[in-house]
């Protein structure tokens, strides 16, 4: 990764000192720290190693951040000790004016990768992550797809995916100088050393950071883990250590133990820790206290030293192509498992593979990174520096904007004749006859880009007497000022699938429906949820009071629920749900559950065909006992069975209709949803009237 020094003028202090003494305050954060360059090269040789031969993450990456923290807060400091002034302005355009080339060029190569031998399925995610990563904003498109419970099943990790911590790295390079100026201007009016203001705002930082990211890891370290906020304290540790280092002075003895320890502490942090599921909360602290130990251990003296490893001429050398070697590895590798289908490097391969990479960075750096920090046209005014950052933005965003315009053209043009292309589940009709193009294209159009999954309207207002910590999961979906009934939807992202449906259900019987829904969340026992255990416990402890407010006639549930393996369970506490609500006299509409698969059906059929046997599986729970089965006997029960209308004759295929059934490997596509709705409101309503409750329904 890139060390961004800063090379613009400084503000004053503004304390009264000689100009001898403010030369020796900033004296004492200056030199060039060769062992430190050589521990950048450790560092991202040992994320490369990982990666490539272990499939796993080293904590390279947050030394890393450590290592830029520390190089950056001891330019600032020099500049602040000697009283100069700041222009952040100028050192913002400087800075991304020496990152963006290099990662411009990384990211097109990358997209004609992706163009020659990447799927097709997928290429509209990684053009948007292409987009993401320009603009310094990968990490937060990771999160958010990492907490999204309606995203695809993607087999192939993103070329890009790497971006993330340049994305962290690149938004405290625009944080960081701000806490600078801060310190100067406390510094000025108070007459208190930069340092000791600068001591308290990053130990501030730290403990806040650092609390956030313990909590955060262990409530949802899928988000946590490329979140920048539980990343800040790893930057405030190594501006911490900067600020220490001119006044630790261990001897030389201690010097060589530091070193050694430090070195060997955090080479095994990798092999001992499951670092992409443990990060980065106080686990972190491994890997960062080791590289600190490193550091401060600094110059020995010591012919036993570590230092006469880590500042040796090819160390340093690979330390300067550190930036470019982190590009590079990781669009390479994911290519090479791509283009073999494999999931990991073999040795030898990997060892091909590092060798490449390593020329690759090197010839980077030499033909295009250090000619432009020579490149001196850009630095004679700030107009320059910023002509040069606005055309490495727009190199990614002009292709990457004018794809995206003309696949939505597409997807639109095919979806004005889907009436007539694509039935869906229409074809499951008695005597239903095809009159379309026969050689017309599947629907969805698949480009890779997010589901869009069904709107659920406006959110509930005020006025509906739901409670404020509940409003955030409750929409007016179907709204309706004098409805002939009123359906409450609750559940997860298994019940939103079927929104479009529901609506279509709810116009031909002039219902108004109300949805509470959240992604992942089970409406059964608390201590039941599988996953995002107290979010989830908040939405539930809100579905009583939501009821409440509704005053629903009838609830919508997911009544069961199924596997990964091939089988269906009646969700814990459901029963007691649905036996709540019917002895309220609220009819209940329970859903038999979707199958699951362990493969993406429109992916495969992409790839391999609709007809494809590996695209085709057959499912057990499609059988005629439901575990739901007894509970739907209740008076005011109706279970709702639609498994033959996605998976006709008990076999599921990817395409009926010429509709993809399936979005990723266990939600419906909107599209077939929309065309089965005239079958699924005919069953709820069949349901509903079978039931001993006879709740009216029908058009």
Sequence with gaps: MAT??????????GTAESPDAARRGAGRYSGFRPEVQGLRAVAVLLVVVYHVFLGRVSGGVDVFLLISAFFLTLSFVRKLEAGRPLALGRYWLHVFKRLLPLAVLTILATLVLVELFYPAYDAGRWRDEAL???FYAENWALALSAVDYYAADHSTASPFQHFWSLSVQGQVFLLWPLVFAAAWLVSRRSRWRPVPVLAVAFGLILAASLAWSVHATATQQEFAYFDTRTRLWEFALGSLLALAVPHLRPGRRLRVVLGWAGMVSMVSVGVLVDVQGAFPGWIALWPLLSAAAVIVAGQSGSRFGL?????????VRLGDSAYALYLIHWPVLITYLVL?????????SGVAIVLVCLVLAVLATRLVEDPLKRWSWPERSRLRLAAVIVVCLAAVAVPVTADRVAEDRRAL??????????PGAAVLLPGFRHQGDPAAETIPVITGEPYAKPGLGEPCPPAAGVGERFRRWCFDTVPNPDPSATMLVIGNSHVHQWIPAVEHLAQRNDWRVV?????????????EQVADHEPCARWLEGTDPVVEAVDPDLVLVQGTRSTDENEEQFTPGMEQRIRGLAQRGIQVVALRDNPRFDFVPARC???????AAECTASHTILGPDSPLAPVAELPRVSLVDLGDLICPDGTCTPVVGNVFTYWDNNHLTVEYVRTLAPMFAERVEAALLADRAGFPAGP
């Design 515 to 527: 949805t509470y829904i959240r992604g992942n969340c089970l409406y059964g026992l608390p201590e």
């Design 340 to 348: 073999r289908d494999r999931p990991m490097a073999g040795p030898r």
């Design 413 to 422: 043009e095919i979806a004005a004749s889907a009436d007539r292309n694509n």
């Design 605 to 611: 059929a992409a790839e391999h065909g609709a007809d």
């Design 132 to 134: 993401a990563s320009v």
């Design 307 to 315: 230092d006469r490893l880590l500042a040796s001429r090819p160390l």
């Design 4 to 13: 961004v020094h800063a090379t613009a003028p400084q503000p004053s202090t």
